[in-house]
């Protein structure tokens, strides 16, 4: 597949380019139709910061003029680009976030000028060729999970990470808030969960085989104010955050700061502390009455705070070592003539699963939920491979394939011990481009019910923004083209055209700041110096 625009994520027909086009100068005036109302405020706080145009009120139909409108007969993320040489822009979108994908487009086309937050050489002109551009996307769930629980991210990390997640057309953020190692959002009723939850003695550093420490302590958690501001600047940008509170593994911090939420008839959990190491823990929620009711009120403030569809629960990894030694738990199983601790499991999940059916949502989880039974109503994020999510689908269920193999970016991006932490699967970008989310067992409709796909970033060994980035750039640039673009298959995908416009695009991820694992050999910007934002050569003045 080769797109002439250059643009990525690919799009699905390019009319043209030609060398006449149009350029936006001090003049270009901005008109929206009702519903468009934040993509404008969009470009003029973004694309008119970077190349400093005020980019006015305009009239509907005025040359001169970047126009935004609605047309209910695309797809609703869908949208038209037409370039007019010498008269204006108009991007017709599906609904508002086409529009909004429809002006990520644009803001490529400008060039790395475009991609800054002030002007880098005032008064200078920005064009873009005559053509058109027809796009819409393949997935409607094309997400990006971060884990801010092993290692926190400030507030505005998390911002920047939607604003490249929206220059990309991604539009899930799957929030990992809570885990093992930290608990990082405010529960009014249960202060200690971020008292206690949020803060750890030191830090395992490296992978969980390292014998080094980080003597210090880390910490931190969003306020309910710094996630009502992250779900609306999220929404701004068209993205859906869907929050993450892991159950009924992978709690031991809940646990630290609540003792009576573990298993306190197999060990004194009024010692446990915060966990300061990688993997799994032992320690997981009890299958009480109690722990339920904590539980349905944590979910309640997050239904207050998240207007997201799905709800992630976790459901991963729960070692049930404990389980088998309670008293309580194997009086349970018994009163509820469950086979095993695999349904005690599955009771849990099902327990949350119908309580948020019954307040409109849906229930999301690790394919771990799939043991013992899956909730009526449960979706699953396929992790360990394609096996869960197969099976998911060929019992009506949803899915989001997002496989450890192929798409967890905190994996190894090369096969030589020069990687920071040479952990797990070696996935170069290449292996992200061809990288296909539904399976080829699964019929039409079984794979009606895959709803997209995600990439996956764990922190274990990423503690900073810096390492986060090196080990999502440039992959997460191939998955978002994956997630997005009608690509043939795996085999047939022209990566050597994706290489060819990466060239390109690195220069863009230079101007947001990026810290990218950098490619082999120097890219063309770096050879000769000179502005990268031109006008076009042989772009007649506009009318």
């Not at 994908?101 to 644009?106: K, P, V």
């Not at 929404?235 to 993450?244: D, F």
């Not at 509170?245 to 959990?269: C, K, W």
């Not at 900073?464 to 191939?478: K, N, S």
Request: aromatic share 10%.
């Amino acid at each position: 597949m080769t797109s002439l625009a250059g643009l990525i994520p690919a799009p699905r027909a390019v009319e043209g380019p030609t060398a006449c086009g149009f350029v936006f100068g001090p003049e270009t005036a901005l008109w929206g139709a009702p519903g468009t109302g934040n993509t404008q405020r969009w470009l003029r706080s973004t694309l008119g910061a970077a190349l400093g145009l005020p980019l006015p009120p305009g009239q509907e139909g005025a040359e001169n003029t970047l126009t935004l409108r609605l047309d209910d007969t695309l797809d609703p993320e869908g949208y038209r680009l037409k370039v007019t040489a010498g008269w204006g822009v108009e991007i017709t979108g599906g609904g508002p976030a086409g529009v909004f994908w429809g002006a990520q487009s644009l803001r490529q086309l400008l060039g790395p000028d475009a991609f800054r937050r002030a002007p880098v050489a005032p008064g200078l002109q920005y064009g873009v060729q005559h053509q058109t551009v027809e796009d819409a996307p393949r997935f409607r769930w094309r997400g990006l999970m971060l884990d801010v629980a092993r290692h926190f991210m400030p507030k505005d990390g998390v911002l920047r990470y939607l604003d490249l997640m929206a220059a990309h057309k991604l539009n899930v953020f799957h929030f990992h808030l809570t885990d093992d190692q930290g608990w990082r959002i405010e529960i009014e009723r249960y202060p200690r969960l971020t008292e206690v939850g949020s803060w750890r003695a030191r830090t395992k550093f490296g992978h969980r085989a390292s014998p080094l420490w980080e003597e210090k302590p880390h910490g931190g958690f969003y306020t309910r104010d710094d996630i009502r501001e992250i779900v609306a600047y999220a929404a701004e940008r068209h993205i859906t955050v869907v929050p993450e509170i892991d159950v009924p593994g992978h709690s031991q911090a809940a646990i630290a700061a609540y003792p009576e939420l573990g298993n306190t008839d197999v060990i004194d959990t009024s010692s446990l502390s915060v966990w300061d190491n990688w993997g799994i823990s032992a320690n997981v929620l009890a299958p009480t009455d109690n722990t339920l009711r904590f539980y349905e009120g944590v979910f309640e403030e997050l239904l207050e705070l998240f207007p997201s569809e799905f709800i992630h629960v976790g459901g991963d990894e729960c070692l049930k070592d404990q389980w088998k030694q309670s008293p309580t738990a194997q009086a349970r199983i018994k009163e509820l003539g469950l086979a095993d601790e695999d349904g005690l499991q599955s009771w849990f999940i099902g327990h949350f699963d119908r309580w948020l059916t019954a307040r409109g949502r849906r229930l999301i989880g690790w394919d771990e939920i799939l043991e013992g039974g899956l909730a009526e109503g449960a979706a699953v994020s396929s992790w360990r491979g394609y096996q869960g999510g197969i099976a998911a689908a060929r019992s009506g269920h949803d899915v989001v394939m997002c496989p450890e193999q192929h798409v967890y970016l905190d994996y190894r991006q090369d096969a030589g011990e020069d990687e920071p932490v040479p952990i797990a699967y070696v996935r170069t970008l290449e292996d992200v481009y061809r990288f296909e989310p539904v399976p080829p067992q699964l019929t039409a409709a079984e794979a009606a019910h895959v709803l997209g796909t995600q990439a996956n970033l764990w922190t274990e060994v990423t503690e900073d923004q810096g390492r986060v980035d090196y080990q999502a750039f440039p992959r997460l640039v191939a998955f978002a083209e994956v997630a997005w673009s009608a690509l043939p298959a795996p085999a047939e995908r022209d990566f050597a055209d994706f290489e060819r416009r990466m060239t390109d695009h690195y220069a863009l991820l230079d101007a947001l700041g990026v810290g990218y694992r950098p490619p082999a050999g120097p890219l063309p910007w770096q050879k000769r110096p000179g502005v990268l934002g031109r006008p076009l050569e042989g772009t007649p003045p506009n009318r």
